[in-house]
């Protein structure tokens, strides 16, 4: 029924808008006019708040822990469009419903917007608030080189569906989203709601009682270094990014959300449970926390990204593909800033104020309000040189010395390989150049992520069995990333991650002059790259000292779970809550859930539940605090299971992690190892590739273990540099294939591949021709 008629006249509006943005669109109705109006208002009034106080806060000299995080969960550029337009049409559908339930008194949550509103009023609202945009289909072929190069945002990847694995579009679901109201409110924002006979438990708690681990208790792996981690987080950078909202304050009633432990959207903050051992319990004690942006039209009406449902999604900012945006960027104008395009050799822009002896360290940001300015607070010298945040593709790039690390090491290799490719092709400009490097980088990306990472995170057997061999493109996978993916399993890592930053000396000792750190004193100190001894020790300490062993006794260093982001004595944050907290917000089903959609049992009881982790204390402690094995939070029941062979997860996360791999290496139509991505004998030298020679040609460290994801030992020992065989860069030597000057040009099969993907479906697949 179609409520609006009798809404206009009870409400006798009469309207005219008046602003431009708006009256771009001829609106059928007044009240839709002033429900626009209104949620344009509230929006722009609450992000000019949130951004005042923002900057305000780091600026001064007590920047909390909170503003930290939410700073550098911003959206940006583009991602910071798609968030405001989601903003604006949220909040008009809001105000529309808010109005309905005043003048018919009928139950809020009983209403919804397409019971009152018709398809072409929703198109309408869609398209002045900005949604619309976000979901018209590109020109994929008027793209220039759509069959060589990358687009920024992968936007036309897939030429039969353009949107899948681009940035800034919503993460998709392998099983249904699970909210409160059934529509967008987080799971347990009724505290009172009951989950399998159970009201479920405050993650805070959840935290303090299973998750909890002194640095003096800490296991270190036997096996790998602790670089298997830091390399899982940057992988994770280049694949997944979840924006806060941009709104410090409550859109429905202006609260601000570090100022209350009220919820309300989009303030999600963690209540403190009773005798916690840091924070004292209290109406305004809580750990602030702001959900996740929501995608344009989801939450309230019907779904704009060609689906069923009308559940809230979530955005992924990047792109789902390994293709080191987090060194290049995720979108257009990011990646032309990142670039030196005042020189015409296709190079990353670095650091014109600092080196690393003499080698190049990353440029620094020009955006205003410095949260990385945290010298003087450390050091206690009034006189010390602060230095701004670096600039990457990635915002997370600061947010730990030895991730800087592994960022400064791919943008020094890209401008390696620019120079090389330079002095064997002299005439190629700027623009090739610079995209034949990030192209050879992304091939670095899927060879060092498959062949030397992804084995020690699910084990032979997942690799094997999940995995294998590549299959060949095709155009019917979806290769977006899993929300389960991306909030929960591939977070995995957290349990790994040492309380130090080691930063080693070439004699392979602690660097005398410049210590390892407390992990807590490394968050946001882009000066210590600058002025404590570059990246080097870091590196070194990256593949000589060990990772962390996530055992089930001694789970999250403290460093994570009480000092998270802590520069000065405010509350800090707990990551164990913010993982289980960001799965309820993103409206992730419990644990067995999960169990099911991977072919795993389903365990109903303390004995059963014992018998999956091996362990029958911490299941115990479990089922305390859930009730139900059902209820677990999905995060916290991953990371409890005990390791599948020769692995660092358990079975239900080497099960998502293989699947989302699989699916984003197949989805992949510019994958390396596709025909006409790169020829035969460029494919071939790729092989060689190895992080280790990496390593060995933009740093000063000449000794290597040949596999630096596993610890030392007779059968990897620290081999020379020179040792290590070199990317043979002669197959991409260009030669005019009219005269047959030496060097390679693509062949007649290879132009034919490309052509083939033109033509879509008709066509057979590549693994097809290949048997023919």
């Known amino acids: 029924m179609n409520l609006l008629p009798s809404l206009l006249l009870t409400l006798g509006l009469a309207l005219t808008l008046n602003n431009s943005v708006l009256s771009e669109e001829s609106l059928g109705n007044p009240y839709i006019q002033s429900a626009l109006e209104e949620a344009k ?18 600026r001064s000299e007590s920047v909390k822990p909170s503003d930290v995080l939410r700073l550098y969960k911003q959206p ?62 590109p020109s994929c072929h008027t793209t220039p080189n759509i069959n060589k190069y990358r687009t920024a945002t992968s936007v036309c990847n897939n030429l039969k569906n353009p949107f899948f694995g681009a940035s800034n579009t919503p993460f998709t679901r392998l099983l249904p ?94 209540p403190i449970p009773p005798r916690d051992p840091r924070i004292p319990p209290g109406p305004n004690n809580c750990i602030p926390v702001f959900r996740s942006a929501p995608v344009c039209g989801t939450g309230n009406t019907a779904y704009m990204f060609g689906g069923e449902s009308n559940k809230r999604e ?15 960027g995720s979108e257009e104008q990011l990646a032309l800033d990142l670039r030196n395009l005042t020189d015409d050799g296709g190079l990353m822009r ?18 205003n309000g410095n949260m990385c300015s945290t010298r003087k607070r450390i050091t206690n010298d009034t006189n010390a040189r602060e230095v ?61 992520v498959f062949q030397d990472y992804l084995p020690h995170i699910v084990g032979p057997d997942v690799m094997n069995g999940q995995l294998g061999p590549y299959p060949g493109y095709n155009q019917n996978v979806d290769p977006r990333i899993a929300n389960v993916f991306a909030t929960a399993a591939y977070r995995f890592a957290h349990l790994a991650i040492q ?34 001894g570059g990246v080097d020790p870091l590196l070194r300490g990256l593949i000589i000292r060990p990772a962390k062993l996530g055992t089930q006794d001694h789970m999250m ?29 993103h409206g992730l089903p419990g644990y067995n859930k999960w169990r099911r959609f991977c072919g795993l049992s389903e365990p109903q009881n303390l004995q059963e539940l014992a018998q999956v982790l091996n362990n029958t204390e911490l299941a115990r402690r479990l089922l305390q605090l859930y009730g139900s094995p059902a209820n677990i939070d999905v995060w916290l029941g991953g990371v409890a299971e005990p390791f599948v062979r020769n692995g660092r997860v358990g079975p239900l996360f080497a099960c998502l992690i293989a699947n989302q791999f699989k699916r984003i290496r197949q989805g992949d139509r510019l994958w390396y190892e596709k025909p006409g991505v790169f020829n035969s004998r460029q494919r071939a030298s790729l092989k060689s590739v190895s992080l280790s020679r990496i390593i060995c040609d933009n740093t000063g460290i000449n000794m290597v273990p040949k596999d630096p994801f596993r610890i030392r030992s007779r059968s990897n020992p620290l081999v020379s540099c020179n040792t290590l065989q070199r990317l043979n860069l002669s197959p991409w030597r260009e030669r005019d294939c009219e005269t047959g000057s030496t060097g390679s040009c693509k062949n007649d099969f290879e132009k034919e591949i490309v052509y083939r993907d033109l033509l879509g479906p008709q066509v057979p697949q590549e693994n097809e021709v290949l048997k023919a």
């Open 41 to 58: 208002r509230i929006v722009d009034d609450a992000y000019k708040y949130s951004r005042e106080k923002s900057l305000a806060r780091v």
């Open 76 to 137: 940006r550029r583009d991602t910071r469009s798609a968030v405001r337009a989601a903003d604006y049409m949220e909040n008009t559908l809001r105000l529309i419903k808010a109005n309905v339930h005043h003048a018919h008194k009928r139950s809020i949550n009983q209403i919804n917007a397409t019971d009152i509103l018709s398809d072409q009023d929703l198109k309408t609202i869609a398209k002045v608030t900005g949604c619309a945009a976000r979901v018209r289909p």
């Open 177 to 270: 989203a699970q909210y409160d109201d059934g529509i967008s409110e987080p799971i347990g924002w009724d505290r009172n709601k009951r989950f399998n006979n159970f009201v479920l438990p405050l993650v805070r708690e959840v935290s303090n009682l299973i998750l909890n681990t002194t640095d003096e208790a800490v296991v270190s792996d036997q096996e790998f270094t602790h670089l298997v981690t830091l390399f899982g987080q940057w992988n994770d950078h280049d694949l997944t990014f979840t924006p806060f909202s941009p709104s410090i304050r409550s859109f429905s009633n202006g609260l601000d959300c570090d100022q209350s432990c009220e919820r309300s959207e989009p303030c999600f903050p963690i």
């Open 314 to 328: 979530q955005i992924n900012a990047l792109t789902a593909f390994l293709d080191l945006g987090q060194v290049y």
């Open 350 to 367: 670095v650091n014109t104020n600092f080196t690393d002896n003499g080698r190049e360290l990353l440029p620094f940001s020009t955006l």
């Open 388 to 448: 701004p945040c670096f600039f990457a593709g990635d915002s997370r790039v600061d947010e730990n010395i030895a991730l800087t690390s592994i960022h400064t090491l791919f943008v020094r290799e890209h401008n390696r390989l620019a120079r090389e490719l330079r002095r064997i092709n002299q005439h190629w400009d700027s623009e090739t150049l610079y995209q034949e490097a990030r192209k050879i980088q992304g091939a670095y990306a899927q060879i060092l």
């Open 499 to 532: 309380p130090l930053v080691f930063r080693v000396d070439q004699n392979l000792n602690e660097n005398p002059r410049f210590p390892s750190l407390p992990l807590y004193e490394a968050f946001f100190t882009p000066w210590r790259v600058v002025f404590e």
């Open 557 to 585: 260093v403290n460093a994570l779970r009480d000092r998270l982001f802590q520069f000065v004595m405010h509350i800090a944050l707990d990551l164990a809550s913010l993982n289980m907290q960001r799965g309820r917000d």
